[in-house]
């Protein structure tokens, strides 16, 4: 069982930046992909961006494509989410997200493991 421990978010205004962190308790990152969603109040869960472990090659959510970037430590073994260019859209609770079970990675029932969350919250 891999439990995952996010950090970092926070209330900022539009055009601020947060750096969310993910790290594995008790365990390292493994398998091929983690990846960070969110969930807007009252939407579903939805990717934003993953990573390929072995070649940290990311993809992204075309909403945030050019403005969040993904990148792994495996030295500290931590998943980051830097956010940059923030928008009042990107509220949301942040999932980091790991043992993912084949699939598209955006869909959140591609993935077996998940973080209790960090709240990101943007004022216009």
């Known amino acids: 069982q891999v439990q995952l421990v996010e950090s970092g978010g926070g209330s900022v205004q539009a055009g601020g930046s947060l750096r969310l962190s993910c790290i594995p308790s008790g365990h390292t990152f493994a398998g091929v992909y983690v990846a960070w969603f969110r969930q807007p109040p009252g939407k579903e869960r939805e990717g934003v961006a993953s990573?390929?472990?072995?070649?940290?090659?990311?993809d992204y959510a075309d909403s945030v494509k050019g403005r969040f970037v993904i990148s792994q430590d495996k030295v500290e073994d931590t998943l980051y989410l830097q956010m940059n260019s923030l928008k009042p859209e990107d509220t949301a609770m942040y999932y980091c997200?790991?043992?993912?079970?084949?699939?598209?990675?955006?869909?959140?029932?591609?993935?077996?493991?998940w973080g209790q969350g960090t709240q990101v919250t943007v004022s216009s």
């Open positions: 990573i390929y472990i072995r070649t940290g090659v990311p």
């Open positions: 997200a790991a043992g993912w079970r084949g699939g598209s990675w955006y869909n959140h029932n591609s993935w077996d493991y």
